[in-house]
């Protein structure tokens, strides 16, 4: 077991910050400040970075730190922490090693016995998640689906059983040939296509999949896609008198039958409002009376 207490040793750290995703007005004083005070600057496209200093005035020595060179340039990192030096990690724009480089870096600092310290900031798997009108929890992140027909289908049909919502990154010029892939495997589902979160022209896309398929042709921009989960692995046979006992069992244990509800309706994933009507209901009442 390894345990970080992030600021109480005088370790050297490696920070993940994370970077606006589109409205430069979203990156934080505390990212700005760690920019800033840091020695190195690990980038994911340096020419992107660049911008984003200047805009900010951060002088911050910068490196590359990308998918091609990851191994060779974790090696040069953990050298820098070694000899007295902070660097922080940067992807083009959000969070670091959410479908960017980095992962193999945290792995190998940690190994190495440094502070790898998140730097909060935007991300568009969450802004997406959350204005996307479909269940924020449980989700799924996945990522870019494969290129390939044959294991982007496998994926798919793995994908499709999962009750949970599904939040998937695509490009624009691909977007149509994957939601034509998703249909025939996962059914018309309700979905949100949200593009160019926190730009001018920030849209999102709310209906079912085939909706959203007719009317995503010459999208531009960054693409989130969300999938609602598979409603039938939610649908569970309720045993009323399993549902009772469990909320007799809470109530004993001294809190309200509301109280009770909710946390039964949190044990099984069955719809609090569900529980409610089946609690005070006259059949289940007659039956423990």
């Not at 934080?28 to 020695?39: F, G, Y």
């Not at 799924?140 to 998937?168: H, I, R």
Request: net charge negative; hydrophobic share 40%.
């Amino acid at each position: 077991m390894k345990r970080q207490k992030s600021f109480q040793n005088e370790i050297c750290s490696l920070y993940l910050v994370a970077t606006p995703i589109g409205n430069l007005d979203e990156m934080t004083p505390r990212a700005i400040e760690v920019l800033k005070d840091v020695n190195v600057i690990a980038a994911e496209d340096t020419r992107n970075t660049v911008r984003l200093l200047q805009h900010f005035d951060i002088k911050t020595k910068l490196i590359a730190h990308h998918s091609h060179n990851e191994q060779d340039s974790a090696t040069g990192i953990i050298k820098l922490l070694q000899s007295g030096q902070d660097v922080a990690l940067v992807s083009d724009a959000g969070y670091p090693l959410i479908s960017d480089p980095g992962s193999y870096l945290v792995q190998s600092v940690i190994d190495a016995g440094f502070n790898v310290i998140p730097i909060s900031g935007s991300s568009a798997v969450l802004n997406a998640l959350v204005a996307s009108g479909l269940s924020p929890q449980p989700f799924l992140f996945y990522g870019f689906l494969p290129l390939q027909d044959k294991e982007c289908n496998q994926e798919l049909n793995q994908l499709k059983a999962y009750p949970y919502t599904l939040v998937f990154y695509e490009a624009p010029h691909r977007i149509q040939k994957t939601i034509q892939k998703m249909i025939p495997v996962m059914g018309d589902r309700k979905a949100c296509l949200a593009r160019e979160i926190t730009k001018m022209y920030e849209e999102f896309m709310r209906g079912t999949l085939s909706e959203i398929l007719e009317n995503s042709e010459d999208l531009k921009g960054e693409l989130v896609l969300i999938v609602e989960g598979n409603i039938s692995d939610r649908e569970k046979v309720i045993d009323l008198t399993e549902i009772h006992q469990r909320i007799q069992v809470y109530i004993e244990g001294g809190i309200s039958a509301s109280q009770a509800i909710k946390q039964v309706a949190k044990d099984t994933g069955i719809n609090k409002n569900e529980i409610y009507s089946f609690y005070h209901s006259k059949d289940i009442k007659s039956e423990h009376s």
